[in-house]
């Protein structure tokens, strides 16, 4: 899931300074999870907007924001509005945002911060999980990222900086290889760990990134 946390509002109106009226867009899937651009956080951004002098003239929750085709059929029931509005505030993340700005031909600014990819531990909990490198290592690592959980993304063991089994880099976090050494040794695979990995291919993960499975 892609974990997006709300920008200052102050930051908001600064960005909407100059548009009065606006047209609020959310997401259905992340968003809402995170508790960022659903269609309650979208009411509560109408209100306060409001409060400080806007008009919105309408909102929609995308389903999902970040999928173009659908999002370009589910803004034409906004078509009157968006022909009359100053701004978009697109309360998703920096992918659905990007999306709308694509779809329309006024200012389309971003009500959230993309934070990363990343686990539900509970709502309104989330933790890092995936830097989607485009070259997945979780076959032979226990299931355990260690481009991810590594705070230097090393390929070849720890680095040997770690205390206590935390980090050196952040002591809060636990060093993600000795995480790795321990799930190996439960699955009885530390033998995964005798092959010498060839360093992390960058070309892999180059930007922007596009795949195109009509070409495959």
């Excluded at 890092?128 to 690592?141: D, I, K, S, V, Y």
Aim: hydrophobic fraction near 30%; aromatic fraction near 4%; charged fraction near 30%.
């Amino acid at each position: 899931m892609i974990i997006s946390e709300k920008k200052p509002f102050e930051e908001l109106l600064e960005c909407l300074e100059d548009s009065k009226k606006v047209v609020i867009t959310g997401c259905s899937l992340c968003a809402t999870t995170c508790k960022v651009g659903g269609e309650e956080e979208v009411l509560k951004m109408k209100a306060k907007l409001e409060e400080n002098g806007k008009k919105v003239l309408g909102y929609k929750i995308l389903d999902p924001a970040c999928n173009f085709l659908k999002t370009k059929r589910d803004l034409k029931s906004l078509r009157s509005e968006l022909k009359e509005t100053d701004a978009v505030l697109s309360l998703s993340c920096g992918d659905g945002t990007q999306t709308v700005a694509k779809l329309v031909d006024i200012p389309v600014y971003p009500g959230n911060n993309t934070m990363f990819i990343g686990e539900v531990e509970r709502i309104g909990k989330y933790s890092e999980a995936c830097r989607a490198c485009g070259n997945c290592q979780l076959g032979w690592t226990g299931g355990i990222c260690p481009i991810t959980k590594c705070a230097k993304g090393l390929l070849n063991g720890p680095c040997g900086g770690a205390k206590d089994g935390k980090c050196e880099v952040n002591p809060e976090n636990d060093c993600a290889w000795i995480l790795i050494y321990n799930r190996l040794k439960e699955l009885g695979q530390l033998d995964n760990l005798e092959k010498l990995r060839e360093p992390r291919d960058y070309q892999v993960n180059s930007h922007p990134g596009k795949i195109n499975l009509r070409n495959k």
